[in-house]
């Protein structure tokens, strides 16, 4: 049984059944990584990286398709019917064909199958689509002009604290190496750096950009993110900026 830690892994990964990992092909179901920088003999020839793990995932997996369905069902969701019938349409099979090679007592409960395949796949497209939209508040309109985004990104003082440190490493008042892609992280992030901008001063946009230069080199990102996260408003033309 294949167990696959999925939680950061894209769906053009998960379809290829590897990706790149520190100048490396990784395959997704082994953990077998090949370098970019070598050539790999097989079958006397020479193969790149990519190549090589694509040979890999067949001679081992059989396909990214067949390890993708031997993963356990709690992660997959997948029913053992399901299973047996994915496998059976991925072949190519006749519903007349599957109807001989399975438990099924008519072709008509096969095209049922096919039909519920067909919604689970419609289902799960909305379902990631929400799911994304949870993790990036950036898409939320109802959170523009909002200065906590919501309950589910509150932050406890301990957790600011351990953030702060953590990126801050040469003293709040200094610069970071770089701007946290994690919401919650930036979020505390842009709450600190805000205090480098006086309540009630209206800044030019060069005025704001020096401050957040301070910061980090990509002030450009900071500047957009104060805007979007609600934390400072500007004026229509973009020549004034100020705490909100």
Request: hydrophobic letters at 35%; glycine letters at 4%; one cysteine or more.
């Given at each position: 049984?294949?167990?696959?830690?999925?939680?950061?892994?894209?769906?053009?990964?998960?379809?290829?059944?590897?990706?790149?990992?520190?100048?490396?092909?990784?395959?997704?179901?082994?953990?077998?990584?090949?370098?970019?920088?070598?050539?790999?003999?097989?079958?006397?020839?020479?193969?790149?990286?990519?190549?090589?793990?694509?040979?890999?995932?067949?001679?081992?997996?059989?396909?990214?398709?067949?390890?993708?369905?031997?993963?356990?069902?709690?992660?997959?969701?997948?029913?053992?019917?399901?299973?047996?019938?994915?496998?059976?349409?991925?072949?190519?099979?006749?519903?007349?064909?599957?109807?001989?090679?399975?438990?099924?007592?008519?072709?008509?409960?096969?095209?049922?199958?096919?039909?519920?395949?067909?919604?689970?796949?419609?289902?799960?497209?909305?379902?990631?689509?929400?799911?994304?939209?949870?993790?990036?508040?950036?898409?939320?309109?109802?959170?523009?002009?909002?200065?906590?985004?919501?309950?589910?990104?509150?932050?406890?003082?301990?957790?600011?604290?351990?953030?702060?440190?953590?990126?801050?490493?040469?003293?709040?008042?200094a610069g970071i190496e770089t701007i946290?892609?994690?919401?919650?992280k930036k979020l505390i992030i842009l709450?600190?750096?805000?205090?480098?901008?006086?309540?009630?001063?209206?800044?030019?946009?060069?005025?704001?950009?020096?401050?957040?230069?301070?910061?980090?080199?990509?002030?450009?990102?900071?500047?957009?993110?104060?805007?979007?996260?609600?934390?400072?408003?500007?004026?229509?033309?973009?020549?004034?900026?100020?705490?909100?």
């Open positions: 049984m294949i167990f696959l830690e999925i939680q950061n892994i894209s769906t053009e990964a998960l379809i290829k059944g590897y990706e790149m990992k520190q100048e490396s092909y990784q395959c997704l179901f082994c953990k077998q990584s090949y370098h970019l920088d070598e050539v790999f003999s097989y079958d006397n020839r020479f193969l790149t990286a990519k190549g090589i793990i694509k040979k890999h995932i067949e001679l081992e997996h059989i396909s990214p398709f067949h390890a993708l369905l031997a993963l356990d069902k709690k992660v997959s969701g997948l029913s053992e019917v399901q299973i047996e019938m994915m496998r059976h349409f991925f072949e190519g099979k006749t519903d007349q064909e599957i109807v001989n090679d399975s438990n099924l007592s008519s072709v008509s409960t096969v095209r049922q199958h096919r039909f519920k395949l067909r919604e689970k796949e419609k289902q799960a497209k909305i379902f990631v689509a929400l799911m994304q939209l949870m993790k990036n508040p950036e898409h939320y309109q109802i959170h523009k002009g909002a200065r906590q985004v919501d309950e589910r990104y509150s932050i406890e003082e301990k957790e600011r604290e351990k953030v702060l440190t953590t990126y801050f490493k040469n003293g709040l008042d946290p892609s994690k919401e919650k709450q600190h750096v805000l205090k480098r901008f006086e309540a009630e001063k209206h800044y030019h946009e060069k005025e704001v950009n020096e401050i957040l230069k301070t910061v980090h080199i990509d002030f450009v990102s900071l500047r957009r993110h104060l805007i979007e996260y609600g934390f400072m408003e500007r004026s229509d033309d973009g020549s004034e900026y100020w705490v909100k």
